[in-house]
């Protein structure tokens, strides 16, 4: 009969921990979101989101640079858990939010306060999107979507 130590069992335990985590982190997105704030799916998801949302930009003719820093925004740490709080109030808290992350930009032909209007306007045009943007963005905006 075997013994084991404190350090076996506790090593044990974390590489439990760690499986666990990489299961729920890659493979139930819905459960890592609740637990952990983040998933794999998510990360791809919010990547999605910014193509979707730099496209509606550059279809604007808003200048590279002011893309560019309104992304670097997008980046923040906070970003993705404001978003789904975002589209768990519908249609206008999404793109309030993500016109929102527009102020203090220059977008040239028009002012940060038109950006919400361009955003609506880009997300009415599902056609334009690739089926891969276009299932991300219903997962992501949680149907809100439907209503833009």
Do not use: C, H, W
Not at 38 to 44: I, L, P
Not at 105 to 134: E, M, P, T, V, Y
């Amino acid at each position: 009969m075997r013994k084991f130590s404190f350090i076996g069992s506790f090593f044990t335990a974390i590489l439990i921990a760690v499986l666990a985590f990489f299961i729920l982190y890659l493979f139930v997105p819905s459960v890592a979101e609740e637990f952990f704030g983040f998933s794999y799916q998510s990360s791809r998801d919010t990547k999605e989101l910014k193509k979707a949302v730099s496209d509606i930009l550059e279809e604007a003719r808003v200048p590279k640079v002011a893309i560019e820093e309104y992304m670097a925004k997008l980046d923040a740490p906070d970003f993705q858990r404001k978003l789904s709080n975002a589209a768990k109030e519908g249609k206008d808290a999404v793109v309030d939010f993500l016109a929102s992350a527009g102020e203090g930009i220059d977008f040239g032909s028009f002012n940060a306060s038109g950006l919400g209007s361009k955003l609506s306007d880009g997300f009415s045009r599902l056609g334009s999107f690739s089926s891969r943007q276009l299932k991300s963005l219903q997962r992501i905006l949680s149907g809100a979507l439907d209503s833009l």
